[in-house]
């Protein structure tokens, strides 16, 4: 290999369009704007234009969102908040940061997702707020969940961290995730679809009541005008030449997400002979944008599978290795068996849009021969 393989390669994505950056990162040196101002506007309303949302929030990172997503929702300090446990942590921990009570969702095994009939489970005359993740790229069945929360007066907070630009289908027309629950966040991090040079996030919501106390609350509680409060708020900002970047990236998200797709496809069609390995599933009611190209393997084989990859240079991720219901913090005594089994057989395999065939066709090749298959 020419270049080593790498999970997320963000340089040779960035030399694809490095005149448009470098252009981007000095135009805000030269403005003197470096927190907030005229960049950080400019892309909240691009990224609003995309989503076909009227509000967006810049804000510090996707942890920080959620948090001012919940904190924007004012709930009673007996809010019940689900959520599921095999996910990253952010979910879970802004619900114990603000005291609610928690209860984990468990996933369905082929989308690793959540789903009404999981949520069925554990929901209980407390439940108030339910924040749906829309895992590795792929969206949750949202429209069976919306219908049942709004008869029960349920909030939906959705995590958009690993899906900027997936579609959800909603009845006869399809909708961008992040834009069907009362509010919906995202996430910046560099691994992310849609990626800064540091931390970055956004919350989004069609309800301008609410996407103003979201603002207030990203800026210290402010009533509109600096040194006046209303409330106790967080400091979360985006940096202008985080806002810079990103409105640059957001005209190649479409395209990079399609190039994640391609791989994706090719990964599964070179797969799809060996028992012992399940391939993502593309569910109806979603599009998946493959944040993360994640096989089960089967018979215990994972682990002696990411052995081998490692050995010829292959990186790999298990995405998440221990589920945040088994963990201190999180304990809550429930027992998930698909999210249990899950943790066991996961493996993620490099998946970026700047992957290139020659690279792919190894770790193809590495994965078969680990199987003994030519
Ligand atoms: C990355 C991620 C977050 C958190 O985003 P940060 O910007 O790192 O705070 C939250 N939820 C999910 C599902 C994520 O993947």
């Not at 470096?34 to 309303?45: K, L, S």
């Not at 429209?143 to 899906?163: F, R, S, Y």
Request: charged content about 20%.
């Amino acid at each position: 290999m020419s270049e080593k393989i790498q999970m997320v390669d963000l340089v040779a994505l960035h030399r694809e369009i490095e005149e448009e950056l470098t252009q981007a990162l000095l135009d805000v040196y030269s403005s003197g704007h470096y927190i907030g101002g005229p960049e950080v506007t400019r892309f909240e309303a691009a990224l609003a234009h995309y989503l076909g949302v009227p509000h967006v929030v810049a804000c510090g990172n996707g942890t920080d969102a959620l948090m001012i997503a919940l904190m924007a929702l004012e709930l009673p300090s007996d809010a019940e908040i689900l959520t599921p446990s095999f996910t990253f942590v952010s979910t879970a921990e802004v619900a114990k940061l603000l005291r609610c009570p928690l209860r984990f969702v468990d996933v369905e095994l082929d989308s690793f997702n959540i789903s009404l009939e999981k949520v069925l489970e554990v929901a209980s005359n407390k439940t108030r707020v339910i924040i749906p993740v829309h895992l590795f790229g792929q969206g949750v069945n949202m429209e069976p969940l919306v219908e049942w929360a709004e008869d029960k007066g349920i909030l939906i907070v959705e995590d958009t961290a690993q899906a900027l630009g997936t579609q959800i289908r909603m009845g006869s027309e399809w909708r961008f995730a992040g834009t069907i629950g009362i509010i919906g966040t995202t996430s910046f991090y560099p691994s992310k679809n849609l990626s800064c040079m540091g931390d970055g996030g956004a919350i989004f919501t069609s309800n301008a009541e609410l996407a103003r106390k979201l603002n207030s609350i990203a800026k210290h509680g402010m009533a509109g005008e600096r040194y006046f409060y209303e409330r106790i708020g967080v400091n979360s900002r985006l940096d202008a030449i985080q806002a810079a970047i990103l409105r640059v990236k957001l005209n190649y998200l479409d395209q990079y997400n399609e190039r994640r797709r391609k791989w994706a496809k090719r990964y599964t069609e070179a797969f799809s002979d060996l028992e012992e390995v399940i391939t993502p599933v593309e569910l109806p009611h979603s599009t998946h944008i493959y944040h993360q190209y994640t096989l089960r393997v089967l018979n215990g084989k994972r682990d002696g599978l990411r052995e081998y990859l490692h050995a010829h240079e292959i990186p790999t991720m298990i995405y998440y290795p221990v589920p945040l219901h088994l963990q201190a913090p999180y304990r809550t005594g429930q027992t998930l068996p698909n999210t249990e089994r899950l943790a066991q057989e996961v493996l993620s395999l490099p998946m970026h849009p700047a992957l290139t065939e020659a690279q792919q066709d190894f770790i193809i090749e590495k994965v078969r021969a680990y199987f003994r298959k030519k």
